[in-house]
């Protein structure tokens, strides 16, 4: 069902909740920003967005380029990267869920006040290039290139707002897209401004891992993939070996590439190459590999297991529009030692709309699965190859 034009500012909504239907918006949001697929926001995520801008609308004043610039960073300070302090905001990386909780805390109180003449009017006054007081369907579209929108879902909102179908809306139906987004929790009237909404269980909804026999069995297969040497052992030269892999078989841009490098060097050296007392290993056996994983997969791990997905998601998905090929898919699985019979079996289990790709919402849910779902009989146990029920040997 196509919901009504949206006419309410923010003012008029009630406190926000922060129900499901708000947090699959926030967490979209969230993603959108994320553009590169770095598994965090950042500063210079902020920065991007204007810079985007700017190129995309050339005549734009340099006063509302200023203003832009500045209120991207206003955001960035002031109610997105909330969780630090002011003093280490400027190299924090954001996880979704610190994002999440941020807008929790100011939502409803100086975001709110914030967001008419701190987001609102230095974004439609950066479309706005002919100063006119409207800005047109193309320079919609294009403003909403910059958030990683495909053009479709912008035309549906823009022709939704445009009650008078005269090709252009004014400021307060602009500051009503938005309002609507930040503060509508009603499913069915709400906007989709930012595209289809995020709709995977989030690492936060699993229960606490017990690490029984399946899911060691995983851990194991996911090792052995891990070990592209076969050593009996992994070590940080595997992960560089698998994120160059990724990067050549998807003929990935430097930015891409280094995205990549940065998540696969990250997961090595944070996670799985110390242990619990936060001592370093040079390389680690699959005994080793088994202890650490325990030890981590119920604490800050799990809440960093999507983002490493969604970072390989991003590295191959090149067409902006949230969905993988079979052969993107393929470069992701082959990068880690799996098949190509193995992945094109798989992504039939993942696609499943059947649609002939995969969606981030098919391949997030698999991928959160895999390391934290621990049921004999999930279609998903299989993601990187057969469960391995047995240790290997001394």
Sequence with gaps: ???????????????????????????TLYKQLDAVGNGYLCLDDMIELPTLLLDAF????????????????????????????????????????????????????GFKEHLYEGLVKPLFQAADCDADGLISMLEYKTM?????????????????????HKGKIGLETFRAILANYFYSEDEKTGLRVFGPLINYKRPEDFGEVACGPCWEGKMRCMFRRLDIANEGKISC??????????????H????????????????????????????????????????NMRTLINGKFRHEIDQFGWTFFKAV???????IQLQEYRNIQE?????????DGFFKVLDLDKDNRISSDEYLTAWC????GEDPHSKYKALFGPVIAKPAAP
């Design 144 to 164: 909403m290139r910059a958030f990683k929108v495909p053009d479709r879902d912008s035309e549906l909102i823009f022709k939704l707002q445009d009650t008078e």
């Design 58 to 109: 050339p005549k734009m004043a340099t006063e509302s380029g200023d203003t832009l610039v500045k209120s991207m960073i206003d955001l960035w300070y002031g109610f997105l990267c909330t969780s630090v302090d002011e003093d280490h905001r400027c190299h924090h990386q954001l996880l979704e869920n610190d994002l999440i909780e941020s807008l929790k805390r100011t939502l409803n109180t």
């Design 252 to 291: 990935l841009d430097k930015q891409r590439s280094n995205a990549v490098m940065r998540a696969i060097l990250s997961l090595w050296i944070k996670f799985i190459a110390v242990d619990k007392d936060g001592k370093h290993f040079a390389s680690i056996t699959e005994k080793e590999f088994i202890k």
């Design 335 to 343: 990068a880690w030692g799996v098949t190509r019979e193995e992945a």
């Design 1 to 27: 069902m196509t919901p009504a034009p949206s006419t309410k500012t923010e003012q008029d909504f009630a406190d926000c909740a922060f129900g499901d239907f708000w947090l699959r918006k926030m967490r």
């Design 317 to 323: 998905e090149t067409s902006g529009d949230g969905y």
């Design 237 to 250: 030269k595997d992960f560089i070996q698998i994120a160059r892999t990724l990067s050549v078989r998807s």
């Design 369 to 372: 699965d895999y390391f934290l």
